[in-house]
């Protein structure tokens, strides 16, 4: 590995959240209120950590062309209601993707405490 392959690199603009991202209102679809319904139910009772958060994903897409980060707000929006959470505990984000056989898609998660930031 070079060193250029290890640098770290910043650019410095005020990051657009989703909500600034898009016009007007938007409505939950039919596909989304399924999924959150059967997230709910499949989560598992677990006690989040207080105070800062690290949230390590792992995702299998059955098609390897799926963007790494389409699933992460759906995902972390109803782990925040079934956890009672708010998201804006999350300092550190760790996402690895695997492409797995149609039917084999999951997403597993781990929360650790963090210190301070």
Do not use: C
């Amino acid at each position: 590995m070079s060193e250029h392959d290890e640098a770290t690199y910043a650019v410095r603009i005020k990051p657009l959240s989703v909500n600034d991202a898009w016009q007007g209102r938007r409505f939950k679809t039919p596909e989304y209120r399924s999924y959150e319904k059967a997230l709910m139910l499949m989560l598992p009772k677990i006690e989040v950590p207080e105070g800062p958060l690290e949230l390590e994903m792992r995702v299998g897409y059955s098609n390897k062309a799926s963007d790494i980060d389409n699933f992460v707000k759906p995902f972390v929006d109803v782990m925040q209601k079934k956890y009672g959470f708010n998201d804006n505990r999350i300092y550190r984000l760790v996402i690895e993707k695997s492409v797995m056989l149609k039917g084999a898609e999951f997403v597993s998660f781990r929360f650790r405490a963090m210190e301070q930031p």
